[in-house]
C-alpha cells in the first residue's frame, strides 16, 4: 500500500515538474473587445497582437457580436478563467452587469485591465487604460468657440450623440463639448438637460452613418439655421455632412468629432469635419498587453495618471485650422497617428 | 330494391319544397360585417387611415413644423431604404415565407458595388451591374434552397443572413469608403442621393426635397402593385403563399414561382443596397443592419399576413411611412425616443389583430 | 365502343406495399364510372395514376387510344383529363375567376398583354361567367369575390366548373360530396350530371353508396389494388357493392337475377 503511495506521487511529482516550464515560457492572455468588425476594435486587436507577439505572450481575441452584446463577453471572460490566463483586457459592452464576472476572474487571480471604457465603478477592474473623453470633447468644445470667435454668443448647437441608454463615454463627451464651449453643463453625468438657448437639441445616431444622417435630418426640421455640430464619433459625422449637404448647407456649417479614425482625419482634411480629437487604441492595447506581462512576472499592478483614477493613453486635436490657446496637430501628423 | 337506387333518395323529396338559394350570394350584413368585407377587399385601406390620421395628429400638434413639404418630404426620404427593402419583403412574406437575410444581402452588394470599384478600379457603372447580380445570385440561392430542398424560408434565410453578413465583413475588411472619394472618382454610386426640389424659396430653402432614392422607391412600388395584380405570376405568388398544394395542383409551377421570388427580393435588396450609397454618401459594411426587422415592421404594419397569399404591396408603403412619421413627429416633439419604439410594438401588435378579424371575415 | 381511357397491367409499389397489383382501367364515352373500394383498397393510387399525380411502376394508360406517359398532373390536364381534388386545389384568397384560370391565365392582346403582360381581366370574367351560367351557378353575382367568402358547395361548383371548362376528354372527381351537407350535395350530383350531358365522360370516386348508385352508369369495384369487377347499378343493389368490396362475396356469386 505505502509502495503504491509513493509510487504515485512520485508520478504527481512527475507530472508537476514536466508541466511547470511550460506554464513559466507561455503566459496566457485574452482581449475581448465590445465587436470585432468596428476598426477601432480591429485597431486595438492589432496593437495587443503584435505586443503580444513581441513579449512572447500567447493572446486569445474575443469580442460580441453586435456593440452591448454582454453575454458573449461574459461567456468569453469564463472561458479564459478555464484558459488558465493570467490577464484579460477588456472592453466592456455593460459596464455595471459584468462586474459580477470580471470579480470572479479576478478572484481566480487573474489581472483584470479595462481598455477604452471604464468599469462601473472603475475600480472593478485592477486597471483602466482609456482616453480622457472628457478631455477629448472639451478641446473640440474649446476649438469651435475660439473659431466661432463672437458668433459663438449666437451658436445653433446640434448634438448628435451615441445612445439612449447615454452611456459613460456619450455623457464624458457631450458633457466635455459643451464645458469647453462655455455652456452649462446642469447635471454632470447626463446629457439632455442643459438650459442653455444655444443648443437647439440633442439625437442619438448609434455612431454610425444612417443614425447620423438621421439625426442630422430631424434636428434640421426642428430648426435650419444650425450652424454647429457636435458629433460622437465620425462615422455619425460623415452622416450629418450628407444631411446638410442635401439641403445645400455643408460649407456654412462647423462639425466637430471624436475619435480620429484614418476616413475622420482624411475627412478633416478634406474640410468635412473642422477639428476630431483623436485616441490612441493601439496604444491602450500595446500598455495593456505590458501590464499583463509586468505582473505575469512579478505581481506589480499598473499605476494610475497623477490626479485620474485611470491610465490615460493620450489624447490629441487634429484640424488644419489651429486656434490660439488650443494645442492641435495637423491632419498630415494626425494620418501618421490614426487607426482604421 | 334495385329501381329505388336511381333518382333521388327517398329521405331527400324534403328537398323538392327547398328554396333554390344554395349559391346565393347577397346577404345583409350589418356595418360591422360591411366594413369588415371591405376590408378584406382592400388590405391596405387600414395603414392608409393609421397613416392619414397620425399625419393629422402630429400636424395638428406641431402645427408648420410638421406639416410642410419639407418635412414630408424628408420622411419619405428616410424611408426610402427600408420601404425598398420592405417592397422584397412583400414578395416573399406574401408566399409565406420570411426573408432574415434582405439586410444583409443590400450592405454586401453595396459593398461589392464599392469595393469593385475602388479595390479593382472597374468602371463604376460595371461594379453597379456586378452589386446587383451579387443581391440576385444570393436571392437564387436562398429560393433553390426553399423550393427545391424544402428547407423552411426562416432557417435558410437565417443562415444566409449570417453567412453573407461574415463575408460583407470579411471581404471589406471592414473598410468604409468615404463619401468625398466616391463623389470624385465614382458619382454614379451617389446617384439615388441625388435630389431635386419643388417650390424652394430663392435661397434654395424649404420646399418638397425629393431624392431619386424616394423617386425609385414609389415608381417601385407601383411596378410591383401591378405585377401582383395585374399578371399571372402575381396571381401565381398570391396563390403559392395562400395553399402550396392547392396551388400546385391547380397547375401553378410552385417551384418556379418561389425561385423567381427570392431571386427577386435579392435583386430589390441589391437596389436597396445602391440607394443605401447615395442616402450615407459612403460606402460602410457595417450600415443597415436592423433592415430585416424594419422591413418586416412595415410589412406587418402595412397589413401584409405573415401566413401569406394575404396583403399588397401598397399598404407595406404606407406601414413604412407609419413608422417613418411616428419616429419624426415624436422627435419633433422631443419625446424620448424608446417612445417610438413603445408605439411602434403596439402597431405591430394591433395591425396582426386586425388581420385575424379581418380573416374572419372569410368565416 | 372503343375506351377513352384505358390502364392495362399498372403496379405501383412503396417500399413492401403494394398499392396497384396489376390493375386494369377502362372509361367509355359519356358515361359515368363510379370507382369504390375499402379504405386502403388502392383507389387513390389508381386514380392519382390517372391524374399524373403519381408515376406507375409498370402498366400502361391509353387515352383515345394512344399511350400517355403522365409526369406531373399538368402533363395530363394537357392532355385533357381535369381532376377535382377533394380538397378543391382552390386559392382561397383569390377571386373566382382568377381560380378558373390559374396556371392558364389569358393575357391581354398586344402591346399590353406581350410586353407588360397583363391579364385580361374582362375576357377571363366574360369566360367564367359563361361556364357558371352553363352549369346553372350563375347566382353567383360577383365573378371577383374570394373563393373563401363561398360556401363549401359554392367552392365545389367552382372547381367543377373549372374542370369542365377545360376538361376536353376525361374529368375526373375525387369524392366530391364528402364534406357536404344535403342540400349542396344534392345540388353537386345535379352538377355531375350536367357535366355528363354535355358530353364528358366522368370517374367518380366515392364512399356514398346512395350517391354512386343514383348518377353512376357502371361501377368499378376495386380491391386489394385490383378491379375486382365492373358491375351495372341498375342490376345489382348496393349492399351486393359493399359485399364484394369488403369481400363478403366473390364476383361469381353475384345474383344474375336481381
Known amino acids: 500500500m505505502t509502495r503504491l503511495k509513493i509510487a504515485l506521487m512520485g508520478c504527481a511529482g512527475a507530472l508537476a515538474l514536466s508541466a511547470a516550464p511550460a506554464l513559466a515560457q507561455e503566459v496566457g492572455a485574452c482581449l475581448i473587445t465590445k465587436t470585432d468588425t468596428n476598426p477601432f476594435f480591429v485597431k486595438m486587436k492589432e496593437g495587443a497582437t503584435a505586443k503580444a507577439q513581441e513579449l512572447g505572450i500567447n493572446l486569445k481575441s474575443y469580442a460580441g457580436r453586435i456593440d452591448g452584446d454582454s453575454e458573449s463577453q461574459v461567456a468569453a471572460i469564463e472561458t479564459c478563467i478555464a484558459d488558465g490566463a493570467k490577464g484579460i483586457l477588456l472592453t466592456p459592452s455593460d459596464t455595471k452587469g459584468i462586474v459580477p464576472t470580471v470579480q470572479k476572474a479576478r478572484d481566480a487571480g487573474i489581472l483584470v485591465i479595462a481598455l477604452d471604457t471604464p468599469l462601473d465603478p472603475i475600480d472593478a477592474a485592477d486597471g483602466t487604460f482609456a482616453t480622457d473623453n472628457f478631455l477629448a470633447g472639451e478641446l473640440i468644445g474649446q476649438w469651435a468657440q475660439a473659431k466661432m470667435g463672437d458668433a459663438a454668443a449666437d451658436a445653433r448647437i446640434a448634438m448628435l450623440n451615441l445612445g439612449v441608454s447615454q452611456p459613460s463615454v456619450d455623457v464624458l463627451r457631450a458633457q466635455g463639448f459643451l464645458q469647453g464651449f462655455g455652456v452649462d453643463l446642469g447635471d454632470p453625468n447626463r446629457w439632455g438637460d442643459e438650459t442653455d438657448p444655444r443648443i437647439v437639441g440633442h439625437d442619438v445616431t448609434d455612431g454610425n452613418e444612417e443614425g447620423g444622417r438621421r439625426a442630422m435630418e430631424s434636428l434640421l426640421a426642428q430648426d435650419p439655421m444650425i450652424n454647429l455640430v457636435y458629433t460622437i464619433n465620425e462615422p455619425a459625422a460623415a452622416g450629418a455632412y450628407e444631411a446638410l449637404r442635401s439641403i445645400g448647407r455643408e460649407s456654412d456649417v462647423l462639425i466637430v468629432s471624436v475619435d480620429g479614425g484614418c476616413p475622420g482625419v482624411q475627412n478633416v482634411k478634406d474640410g468635412v469635419i473642422g477639428a476630431t480629437s483623436q485616441q490612441y487604441p493601439l496604444q491602450m492595447a500595446a500598455l495593456g498587453v505590458e501590464a499583463i506581462a509586468a505582473f505575469a512576472k512579478d505581481g506589480t499592478r499598473p499605476a494610475t495618471t497623477e490626479g485620474k483614477d485611470f491610465t490615460d493613453t493620450g489624447v490629441a486635436l487634429v484640424t488644419d485650422q489651429p486656434v490660439e490657446g488650443v494645442e492641435s496637430i495637423d491632419s498630415a501628423r494626425g494620418a501618421e497617428l490614426c487607426w482604421g | 330494391m334495385a329501381t329505388e337506387t336511381q333518382g333521388p333518395q327517398g329521405f331527400e323529396a324534403a328537398l323538392t319544397r327547398k328554396p333554390e338559394a344554395v349559391a346565393e350570394f347577397t346577404q345583409r350584413r350589418s356595418p360591422v360585417q360591411q366594413a369588415r368585407h371591405l376590408l378584406h377587399q382592400t388590405p391596405s385601406l387600414v395603414p392608409l387611415i393609421v397613416l392619414v390620421v397620425s399625419i393629422s395628429i402630429f400636424g395638428a400638434l406641431l402645427g408648420q413644423k410638421f406639416f410642410s413639404a419639407f418635412t414630408l418630404t424628408l420622411i419619405l426620404q428616410q424611408v426610402a431604404i427600408v420601404g425598398i427593402v420592405g417592397a422584397a419583403q412583400t414578395l416573399v412574406v406574401l408566399t409565406a415565407g420570411i426573408d432574415l437575410s434582405v439586410g444583409a444581402i443590400m450592405v454586401l452588394s453595396s459593398v461589392v458595388m464599392g469595393q469593385f470599384t475602388f479595390r479593382y478600379g472597374i468602371p463604376a457603372p460595371l461594379s453597379v451591374l456586378c452589386g446587383l447580380g451579387v443581391g440576385a445570385a444570393i436571392g437564387f440561392v436562398n429560393g433553390t434552397l426553399v423550393a427545391r430542398m424544402k428547407l423552411p424560408p426562416f432557417i435558410v434565410t437565417l443562415g444566409m443572413w449570417q453567412i453573407v453578413l461574415a463575408a460583407n465583413f470579411l471581404y471589406s475588411r471592414n473598410e468604409t469608403i468615404r463619401s468625398q472619394d466616391i463623389a470624385a472618382e465614382a458619382q454614379i454610386l451617389q446617384f439615388f442621393g441625388s435630389t431635386f426640389r419643388i417650390g424652394a424659396d430663392e435661397a434654395g430653402r424649404g420646399g418638397a426635397v425629393f431624392t431619386y432614392g424616394a423617386v425609385l422607391l414609389i415608381v417601385l412600388v407601383l411596378l410591383i402593385a401591378y405585377v401582383l395584380r395585374q399578371t399571372a405570376w402575381g396571381r401565381h405568388v398570391y396563390a403559392v403563399g395562400d395553399d402550396p398544394e392547392a396551388a400546385e395542383l391547380a397547375g401553378v409551377q410552385t417551384k418556379t414561382v418561389l425561385v423567381t421570388v427570392y431571386t427577386l427580393s435579392g435583386l430589390i435588396c441589391a437596389l436597396a443596397g445602391w440607394v443605401m450609397i447615395g442616402r450615407l454618401g459612403s460606402v460602410s459594411p457595417t450600415a443597415g443592419q436592423f433592415a430585416n426587422i424594419e422591413s418586416i415592421t412595415a410589412v406587418v404594419i402595412g397589413g401584409i399576413s405573415l401566413f401569406g397569399g394575404r396583403g399588397s404591396v401598397l399598404g407595406m408603403l404606407f406601414g413604412a411611412l407609419i413608422v417613418g412619421v411616428f419616429s419624426l413627429g415624436l422627435k419633433l416633439m422631443g419625446t424620448d425616443p424608446q417612445w417610438t419604439y413603445l408605439l411602434i410594438g403596439i402597431l405591430i401588435i394591433a395591425a396582426v389583430a386586425v388581420d385575424q378579424w379581418i380573416r374572419k371575415a372569410a368565416a | ?258
Not at chain 3, 53 to 63: C, F, K, W
Not at chain 3, 106 to 122: S, V
Not at chain 3, 188 to 193: P, R, Y
Request: aromatic content about 4%.
Open chain 3, 1 to 258: 365502343m372503343e375506351p377513352i381511357l384505358k390502364a392495362r397491367g399498372l403496379v405501383k409499389r412503396y417500399g413492401r406495399v403494394t398499392a396497384l397489383n396489376n390493375c386494369d382501367f377502362d372509361l367509355y364515352p359519356g358515361e359515368i364510372l363510379a370507382v369504390i373500394g375499402d379504405n386502403g383498397a388502392g383507389k387513390s393510387s389508381l386514380i392519382k395514376a390517372l391524374s399524373g399525380a403519381i408515376r406507375v411502376d409498370e402498366g400502361t394508360i391509353e387515352l383515345d387510344g394512344k399511350p400517355m406517359n403522365f409526369a406531373s398532373p399538368l402533363n395530363a390536364r394537357e392532355a385533357g383529363i381535369e381532376t377535382v381534388y377533394q380538397n378543391l386545389a382552390l386559392s382561397p384568397a383569390l377571386s373566382i375567376a382568377d381560380n378558373m384560370f390559374l396556371g392558364r391565365e389569358i393575357r391581354k392582346p398586344g402591346i399590353m398583354g406581350r410586353w407588360f403582360r397583363a391579364l385580361d381581366r374582362a375576357a377571363m370574367e366574360h369566360k367564367a361567367r359563361e361556364k357558371l351560367t352553363e352549369l346553372g351557378l350563375m347566382t353567383i353575382q360577383n365573378i371577383g369575390q374570394a373563393v373563401e367568402t363561398l360556401s363549401g358547395g359554392q367552392r365545389q361548383g367552382v372547381a367543377v366548373a373549372r374542370a369542365a371548362a377545360f376538361g376536353s376528354k376525361v374529368v375526373i372527381m375525387d369524392e366530391p360530396t364528402a364534406a357536404l351537407g344535403v342540400k349542396e350535395s344534392r345540388r353537386v350530383l345535379e352538377l355531375i350530371l350536367d357535366v355528363k350531358r354535355r358530353g364528358l365522360p366522368i370517374v367518380l370516386i366515392s364512399h356514398n353508396m346512395p350517391h354512386v348508385f343514383e348518377v353512376a352508369d357502371r361501377v368499378h369495384v376495386h380491391r386489394l389494388g385490383q378491379r375486382l369487377c365492373v358491375i351495372d347499378p341498375r342490376r345489382h343493389s348496393m349492399s351486393d357493392a359493399v359485399a364484394l368490396m369488403t369481400g363478403a362475396m366473390a364476383p361469381e356469386q353475384l345474383n344474375e337475377f336481381a
